[in-house]
């Protein structure tokens, strides 16, 4: 059964930065390609970067890119997002997942989200 568990989202101040975690468990971590989604309530989860196995090929999503970095280690079946420059337009919650593309959009290959973890970013 995969698992997956996102920490390290708070309140932070517009233009700080934040790093989120997601272990996961219950996966072949090291061969999964593993993504970053986000979700504001009434509204749908939207793809906000993702990464390849290896950590060699990452894509962004447009309203993150130059700010947000994703990264991994397979040692410790951990991804990671670390954010600068936050905006309130940031505030969300934020789940970690394998993905898969299809169409040209990334959605969850595996169709297990962990709980996800509330960033809140104040004006």
């Known amino acids: 059964q995969v698992q997956l568990v996102e920490s390290g989202g708070k309140l932070v101040q517009a233009g700080g930065s934040l790093r989120l975690s997601c272990v996961a468990s219950?996966?072949?971590?090291?061969?999964?390609?593993m993504g970053w989604f986000r979700q504001v309530a009434g509204k749908e989860r939207d793809f906000v970067a993702r990464?390849?196995?290896?950590?060699?090929?990452?894509y962004y999503g447009d309203s993150v890119k130059g700010r947000f970095t994703i990264s991994r280690d397979n040692a410790k079946n951990t991804l990671y997002l670390q954010m600068n420059s936050l905006k309130p337009e940031d505030t969300a919650v934020y789940y970690c997942?394998?993905?898969?593309?299809?169409?040209?959009?990334?959605?969850?290959?595996?169709?297990?989200w962990g709980q996800g973890t509330l960033v809140t970013v104040s004006s």
């Open positions: 997942a394998a993905v898969k593309l299809i169409g040209g959009n990334w959605y969850n290959a595996l169709n297990a």
């Open positions: 219950g996966l072949t971590f090291s061969s999964a390609s």
């Open positions: 990464i390849s196995p290896s950590g060699a090929v990452i």
